[in-house]
């Protein structure tokens, strides 16, 4: 079937896209627009033209499959399509419904009228990929809404309903009912009144303080999008719209769209992008695969993980049922949900209703019995092989048949785990991120038993909760993890050398992380880190570290939770106070340790520690922990904080070039001699070849 359905109905034309699932503006499409409208302007009996897409959709933009490819440039481009429209003898009527977004929506700018039913989604979103609007967009919807609306909805990228144009010249009609009925018989009524070609081109846009405006705009914008170039340039397109011809405003918008295009932000942008929809994806499990029902949801501990966990599952509407050992811990969990909930109502984010219907999903029980109707029981208890042996032995023996078990274990064995029951095949690692209410990560940790069915009805679970879900094979701390011990392992030997905690900390987050690895460990609880290490001296004594952040821990300073860790804290409050007592404990270790601490640049704590990440991720591509390069990327865009505009550690290498950073790793290694900077044979491989991961 052609993707762009020609038909008549008396006098009028209708053109209807059909390119699913949102209509994208392929190649196909782009010519079959084209081709209809010929047919069109070349039939005496048709007086005016509707271009009409589905309920879902009348056009999403680009289409996504076509990126990088020929077919994305070549002729009829979008711009030539709105060209022919534009130019038309006939009228052309846009019939919009569902998403009318990105090059959607400058299409639907191009024809001459535009009716729309109540709900359809109106945005123009290309600043979420680093860009601006190529096709028009900057220059014709302010000449609709006004300079300041539509420069708004350019640098925000926001969806705004369809009604709230009402009275605007964006829409000349909406319709109640049937969409395509109500735009033939306005079709009708604008040829039998002999109504003009309307271009909004031709429109003037008259603003009286528009210099001013865009000059607190650009101060506004500025401060709050400084590492990314987008919106900056949307303001400077918008302000061409104004000030300019038309013609002239399209050249600015061209050329900043070229510029765009190029640059590393928008590259890391697209990236995420992609990345995004490849992490869904799963190489030997076919997107067809049934997935098992999902009706009610078991969770093993009332505590942090336990509670933020359950609540993404109230919040997609799905039943919880939490189970505790004790009646005290028990209540205490439900009160902090509930709390939670309340705050979201204080700050107007949740309705009395929609906390309510929450609330009134939750369940509690002291009773592993009571589990045996969850469809999914996740665990979030104590990070120990023998509590977790205990937990699944007790599953394996309430669940039914057909319940998927989840361990929400951030380093733990997930086969040994697996095999505390009778079935393995229903045993998966679910690992999310702390807060688990509001981080998007979660890692699904496939064990070499987990069902094809069981990966993807927890992908498909990910999805119904919002969460970015990235496929991990077992080994110790799956893809985040086992890459952060190697980050904060060289993050300890910069301070073994000379740096403090605060320069390392000050370098990576100026560099872009959202905190730095000390600042990041008192966090999380260097108690934590501190059983990592006496685990890893038994078993790896080859991995070196530096004994300093042990010292810290023998004082008793786990960070936050007690008050004083790398930093002190007061009562109440999260900001990180420089402690002189741990700059003296610093320089009490270097002496015993007859460490002379050098200068240590800026440049050369950002390069250590990020290529540490970079490292071990090519060491899990090669074992095939990970899938793809970018499924690393996801891991630290949406987990660990890693700067969004540089689109994760191995596109930030790539970007760098393999053969600089491998260069540099064999430079650590000849000065430390630690064996961990031989560059992965990946790595290594990749960059003889001049290639890249992604």
């Given at each position: 079937m052609t993707q762009a359905a020609y038909s008549t109905h008396g006098a009028v034309a209708v053109i209807a896209m059909n390119n699913p699932p949102v209509n994208g503006l392929g190649y196909e499409l782009r010519s079959g627009i084209i081709?209809?409208?010929?047919?069109?302007?070349?039939?005496?009996?048709v007086s005016a033209i509707v271009l009409i897409g589905t309920d879902k959709a009348f056009s999403g933009g680009a289409d996504i499959r076509e990126f990088n490819s020929p077919k994305a440039l070549a002729e009829p481009n979008l711009n030539t399509v709105i060209r022919a429209i534009e130019a038309s003898g006939k009228p052309v009527i846009s019939a919009v419904s569902g998403a009318c977004m990105g090059g959607g929506l400058e299409l639907a700018l191009g024809c001459h009228y535009r009716v729309a039913v109540a709900g359809a989604q109106i945005a123009l979103p290309e600043v979420k990929l680093g860009i601006l609007p190529g096709a028009g967009g900057t220059q014709r919807l302010p000449r609709l809404i006004g300079a300041e609306a539509a420069l708004n909805m350019i640098v925000s990228g926001a969806i705004v309903p369809s009604e709230q144009f009402k009275g605007t010249p964006l829409f000349d009609e909406f319709v109640d009912g049937d969409l395509q009925a109500g735009a033939l018989a306005f079709a009708e009524k604008v040829v039998k009144e002999k109504r003009p070609l309307k271009r909004v081109r031709d429109l003037k846009i008259d603003y009286a303080n528009a210099e001013a405006f865009f000059q607190f705009s650009r101060n506004m914008v500025g401060a709050v999008a400084k590492n990314f170039p987008a919106p900056l340039k949307c303001i400077d397109a918008v302000a061409a719209a104004v000030s300019m011809p038309f013609d002239e405003g399209m050249k600015v918008e061209r050329e900043a769209f070229v510029h765009l295009v190029q640059t590393p932000e928008s590259k890391a942008l697209r990236h995420a992008f992609f990345g995004e929809r490849a992490a869904s994806k799963i190489g030997d499990v076919p997107a067809d695969t049934p997935t098992r029902k999902i009706g009610k949801v078991g969770v093993i501990g009332a505590g942090?993980?336990?509670?933020?966990?359950?609540?993404?599952?109230?919040?997609?509407?799905?039943?919880?049922?939490?189970?505790?050992?004790?009646?005290?811990?028990?209540d205490k969990g439900l009160g902090i949900i509930r709390k939670n909930y309340e705050g979201?109502?204080?700050?107007?984010?949740?309705t009395q209703e929609k906390l309510d219907q929450r609330m009134g999903l939750l369940s509690g029980t002291l009773s592993y019995d009571d589990l045996k109707d969850a469809d999914l029981i996740i665990e979030a208890v104590f990070e120990d092989m023998g509590v977790k042996e205990q937990v699944f032995k007790k599953l394996d023996a309430v669940a039914k048949p057909g319940a998927i078990l989840a361990s929400n274990t951030s380093t733990l064995d997930v086969n040994q785990i697996a095999g505390f029951t009778r079935r393995p095949q229903d045993v998966v690692g679910m690992h999310f991120f702390s807060p688990a209410n509001i981080m998007k990560l979660l890692e699904v940790v496939r064990g070499a038993a987990t069902a094809k069915d069981v990966l993807a009805t927890v992908m498909q679970v990910a999805k119904?909760?919002?969460?970015?879900?990235v496929v991990s094979g077992v080994c110790d701390g799956f893809i985040g993890n086992r890459m952060i011990e190697h980050y904060g392992r060289i993050a300890g030997f910069l301070v073994e050398e000379g740096a403090s905690p605060q320069q390392v900390d000050r370098a990576l987050e100026k560099w872009g992380m959202a905190m730095g690895p000390f600042r990041m460990s008192d966090l999380a609880g260097n108690d934590i880190g501190w059983a990592i290490r006496k685990r890893r001296y038994v078993d790896k004594p080859e991995v070196k570290y530096a004994k300093i952040a042990d010292t810290l821990c023998e004082q008793g300073r786990f960070g936050q939770k007690t008050g004083l860790g790398w930093y002190r804290y007061e009562a109440g409050k999260r900001d990180a106070i420089p402690d002189p007592v741990v700059d003296k404990m610093i320089e009490d270790y270097r002496?015993?340790?007859?460490?002379t601490p050098r200068k240590i640049a800026n440049e050369e704590i950002v390069e250590r520690c990020i290529y540490a990440l970079v490292n071990e991720a090519a060491r899990l591509l090669e074992e095939g922990i990970a899938q793809r390069a970018s499924d690393i990327d996801m891991v630290y865009l949406t987990g660990y904080g890693f700067p969004l505009y540089r689109g994760g550690p191995m596109l930030y290498a790539d970007q760098v070039g393999l053969y600089n950073v491998a260069r540099a790793m064999q430079g650590f290694k000849a000065v430390s001699g630690d064996a961990f900077w031989e560059p992965a044979p990946l790595l290594a491989k990749l960059a003889a070849e001049g290639k890249t991961f992604n």
């Open positions: 081709a209809s409208l010929d047919q069109a302007l070349a039939d005496a009996k942090t993980m336990g509670g933020g966990i359950s609540m993404n599952f109230l919040n997609a509407g799905i039943p919880v049922i939490i189970l505790e050992m004790k009646q005290e811990a028990l979201s109502l204080k700050k107007g984010k949740l119904n909760i919002r969460k970015t879900a002496k015993k340790k007859g460490i």
